[in-house]
């Protein structure tokens, strides 16, 4: 079994992470169970935070690493929430919290265009000078209130036009075969065949 650190302490990205990666012989752990800190997010890019999470929990842990940052980017907010997404409304906000925050920020636009994006970095150790780089979007639109209760952060609201839809109200499994990390993470694994010989 392969072993790598997810720089990331989130339930429900382990959960997801943890079933994508299954088939691939990986074993996800995530840092906090080795007694590893979250790394600062300090950069305005998704690329730039992914890749500082995963030098710091492959330094930490010395082990590979994968990380992965994410969120949601709204036309009508110039690409808000984006790198925020998990702090949208304040530091210690909830989903709840970031969801309401969202549907503030939207009230009255027309445009409703959204999507996610996924950017996963996989590094060997903290000064792996060629870190696998894997990014995907999910395309959606922003709804007026919560449905579903399967997910996690804006997922009530993501909207699946073609699915008729939020990302809440899919089966989880159904969701990690079309969401923007199963769509890095597809790009992620060809990387890690031909690059890693995984």
């Not at 995530?30 to 800190?37: D, E, F, N, S, V």
């Not at 979250?38 to 992914?50: G, I, K, L, R």
């Not at 842990?61 to 304040?90: I, K, Q």
């Not at 009530?156 to 839809?165: E, I």
Request: charged content about 25%.
């Amino acid at each position: 079994m392969r072993r790598l650190v997810l720089a990331s302490d989130n339930p429900g990205k382990l959960r997801e992470f943890g079933a994508l990666l299954a088939p691939l012989g990986a074993e996800v752990i995530a840092q906090g169970a080795l007694g590893i800190r979250s790394a600062a997010e300090p950069h305005a890019t998704f690329v730039e935070n992914a890749l500082a999470k995963a030098r710091h929990a492959a330094a930490a842990s010395g082990l590979p690493a994968l990380a992965d940052d994410s969120g949601l980017c709204c036309a009508a907010l110039d690409g808000e929430p984006g790198v925020r997404s998990a702090r949208f409304a304040g530091d210690a906000a909830t989903d709840a919290d970031n969801n309401a925050e969202l549907l503030r920020r939207l009230a009255g636009a027309a445009d409703r265009r959204a999507h996610y994006t996924c950017v996963l970095v996989v590094a060997r150790s903290a000064h792996d000078p060629e870190p696998l780089i894997a990014d995907a979007r999910w395309y959606g639109e922003v709804i007026d209130a919560p449905r579903g209760a399967n997910g996690f952060g804006y997922d009530p609201l993501f909207w699946l036009p073609d699915l008729g839809k939020t990302a809440a109200e899919l089966a989880p499994e159904h969701k990690n075969r079309i969401s923007h990390r199963a769509l890095a993470l597809g790009e992620l694994a060809r990387k890690l065949k031909v690059c890693w010989g995984w």
